[in-house]
């Protein structure tokens, strides 16, 4: 959802070798939420109705609470969504609260179902009253499996709330030759407005099993992005797009041909409006790390070549969006010695591809397992991330040293 800004990208023909690269100076204001000790996973979401909204994951004695607040002139009342000792906690899939519908919110998250540790189920509820009260959890998926169901996206689409996510109901099978019979899917849902679950397409039947989906909305409807998995192990970025109340079959933004036996977690981007699509993504393909960030301007039919970022000194976890002047933004991590990180800002400048970068996060205060946010709003940019407290390493398995922190800054100012 925080994809679908209203912004005319322009057309932009990037080449596989970056142009020049400068340093940006950004003058940033921190917006406060007042995270406690071990608050962790924002997400950052901006809907058609220009509203933002910021959510995390507050630890307390027996669980987590899912917090939001939506912005204003800084961040407004935090309210709660969900309060569970049963939550299932992970450093790369997290819960989203959005805006649909102008009034409406939604909510998403995952509650573990079984002893296997990565059996866990995907709920969503939805309020009417701008989070003040919530409805009963409405689970994702219509299977009985103790599998994997996570990485949802929701999107918008005709007045009803639509999304995409990973289904692991075929990985109880017994494993044969045959992957795809025991492998990771792609599937969607629809929640009609009586609260139920109308729809459940199976979009692809062999996927990466950990990697973050990601929807934009434009005029024809809504179109996706995540990694496939191929039957050799190829696991580059497909491209799906919601047509006749369909899916379509997918096809590949661009063919990096990174064979890797495991998920790197390390999913996809995607904004645009319209005609005009621009997606980004993580690579290791041919033993060397990049971002690449590739545009199309026929819905995503097409793709020019991609331009890359931080060749040999990225882990990647980006974000992405644009301001109203067309300019890119991307938020991602940079790899340092020893296996640090910095949290890095790039501006990608419409019609000449410039590079602007600037590091957001030292090494020391950003935990390498932290997936950065980014949206856009009244050209404003906004950003949110974990943050380590008191400049001490942090672990995925012991957080209690992390919080949220968020940014903003004027676009047109640079």
Known sequence: ???????????????????????????????????????????????????????????????????????????????TVYDSDNMFINWADFPSVINFNENEYAAHWLEKNGDYPYAYDAFISVSKNKGKTWSPPIMAHNDNTQTEHGFLSFYEHRNKLGYIYLDGR???????????????????GVINRDLKLEKNQNIDGLVCECCHTDVTETDQGPIAVYRNRSKDEKRDIHITMFRDGEW????????????????????PAIIGHDENITVAWFTGANERSSIKVAQSTDYGLNFHEPIQIGINETAGHIDMTADENMNIWLLWQKTKDNGH?????TKIEKRTNKLSHMVIEKTGKTPRFSFPQ??????????????????????????????????SFNANLY
């Open 170 to 188: 075929k990985m109880e099978n017994e494993i044969t030759d045959d992957i795809s019979n025991s492998g990771m899917s792609l599937r969607s």
């Open 341 to 345: 990180i910095e949290l890095v800002l």
């Open 374 to 407: 980014i949206t856009h709003n009244n050209g404003m940019i906004i950003l949110a991330y974990t943050t380590v407290i008191n400049d001490s390493r942090e672990t995925r398995s012991s957080n209690m040293k992390t919080s949220i922190k968020s940014l």
């Open 1 to 79: 959802m925080k994809k679908s800004i209203p912004i005319i990208l322009l057309l932009i023909l990037y080449s596989s070798v970056a142009t020049a690269e400068n340093s940006l100076e950004i003058k940033f204001t921190e917006l406060s939420i007042n995270s406690p000790a071990g608050s962790m996973s924002p997400h950052l979401s901006t809907s058609k109705s220009n509203i933002t909204i910021l959510n995390w994951l507050e630890p307390h004695d027996k669980g987590y609470r899912i917090k939001f607040v939506e912005l204003d002139s800084s961040w407004g009342q935090k309210l």
């Open 248 to 267: 379509s079959k997918s096809k590949p933004v661009y063919i990096d041909d990174w064979e890797i036996y495991g998920c790197p977690v390390n999913g």
